[in-house]
């Protein structure tokens, strides 16, 4: 039977279920609705590669026009305005209207914006998309002390590409650690010291006051009465689900649009995948919100199997990366569920991991170290994880000791 | 097929099955990998961004990469799992008492 599927989000998380869709189903129409008129392009290198010119726009689509033409996916630059679960149509600023038999959303996550009492908009910057990275790149090549709010994975990306560029930096982070959201204070204190050795600032525990601009530059007043002076701002201080579109609708929302295990929303026939879905995890048997590369992949790939009919529940083991200076770091997992923390390595040079246990079986872990220390082992853990196997400690936690000989096949 | 093409790599032991070496020759980086089924060869640098494979998990014939799990098949070269989408070089191995040997163009 043909049917009519609309993906609306032309991220990652889109692009992906559309190809799985084709995969398993060669009639359907499928047609991606993006509000960017720009086809699916990869986000990670914005903030580093990009910034730092050793990768242009065009490196960053994941797949060519000519990709899409063979598969039969359209790709549609439109906005939507509103959206009629009952009769299955979403209607764009511009009049036309989409009928869908299936759909997927795709929307994404969007950044949380400072607030300010004075009219500074404009003049904070955040880094989501192409236009912002160009804009950012432009600008700042006319800048020197440079002040990054937030001290998050994208805040410390920014911050290490803009310090390659011989600028100076000031990380100002409210928390009493970097990346504190998700990573273990172990590792963000090593990503800290690279950090610093570089000639970054860090500041924790401070709140912002006050931004007063002064002529070209801005002052920033912190709550110890500290007084920055900077002459560019850029945020990063987290993100929200993109789901206004929704919000006087049927569609069950909490912390995104909530799906089980096979990527179906509250409404039939409406499936949701990548950063705005807060989906069932069957392994860790509770829902959870990711915002990663891995994640709206897969999470992409499973929705447009279930949307084919292909019933595929989705069991990835979380997994991320950020890229530093020259440190990697990787988190596989979830760190916050343990009885005990076990460490591997005790240099970054050779990679330093730290493993989260309970009963036993690794939860999660995260580790950093010089570009390609801590990868394989990250990986194995992703195995181990998934496997629930109860592991050998003594070989976790001595680096002579490999550790995919903890693997049974 | 000129015999000075083939350069060799070191012994049969040197390699842990289900593994990798790393083998540098003049400005070129390879990896040099013990499979089940025999010995195998590819460019040691990912096609993604300029890490070196020799840091990461080889398992059921792919190798992949440390940096961002782009998993490339270790026979044919093959691209198997994104950011990795360009094909990773593979290169001719023959073993000769003992020794690995890989053909470099």
Redesign the interface.
Known sequence: MKNNIIILGGGQAGIYAAREIRQNDSKSNIKILGEENLLPY?R?PLSK?FLLDKKKAEDLY?HSSDVLKNENIEFENISINKVDFENKKLFAKNDNVYSYDSLLISTGSENKKLTLDNNLKNDIYYLRNLEEAKKIKEIVSNKNKITIIGGGFIGLEIASSLSQLQKKVIVIEIGNQLMGRIIPKQIADLVQNTHIEHGNEIILNKQIEKITKKNDDYEILLNDNSLIETDFIIAGIGSTPTVKLFENTNLKLDNGIVTNQFCETSIKDVYAAGDVSNFYHPFYERNMRLES??HA?NHGICAGKNIAGVKTEYTSIP?M?S?QFNL?LQLTGICDEYDEIIERGNDINNGVIYFFLKNNKIRGACGVGI??????DI??TSKLTEKDTIVDKQILSDQNLKL?KLIQK | MSEENWIEVGSTDSIEEEDLIRFDHQDKTFCVYKLTDGFYATDGICTHEAVHLEDGLVMDDEIECPMHQGIFNIKSGEALSPPACEDLKTYPVKVDNDKIFIKID
């Open positions: 990869e990670p590669d994941f590369y891995q992949q997994w990366w890229d990697n570009i390609g220390k801590v990868g394989r990986r194995i995919n």
